[in-house]
């Protein structure tokens, strides 16, 4: 429902690092990993990802 030019901004995609270290296998670190495979995949935005304190990332709607 967001607008072409519209812009989301998702706080704390790095997870402390976690979202990295293959043996945790937390329900939250699985959903992180989840979140940024799809955004990643998804054509409709552009994507930057800030590594500042957790990571944020920023999805502009093309």
């Known amino acids: 429902?967001?607008?072409r030019g519209g812009l989301?901004?998702?706080d704390n995609v790095?997870?402390?690092g976690?979202?990295?270290d293959r043996d945790d296998k937390?329900?939250?670190t699985k959903s992180i990993r989840a979140l940024n495979a799809k955004l990643k995949a998804?054509?409709?935005?552009d994507l930057?990802?800030?590594a500042v304190g957790d990571g944020m990332t920023?999805?502009?709607k093309r």
Do not use: C, E, K, P
């Open 58 to 60: 920023a999805a502009l």
């Open 14 to 16: 790095l997870w402390g």
């Open 42 to 45: 998804d054509d409709r935005v």
């Open 8 to 10: 989301i901004l998702i």
């Open 48 to 50: 930057t990802l800030f």
């Open 26 to 28: 937390t329900a939250d």
């Open 1 to 3: 429902m967001l607008r």
């Open 18 to 20: 976690s979202v990295v």
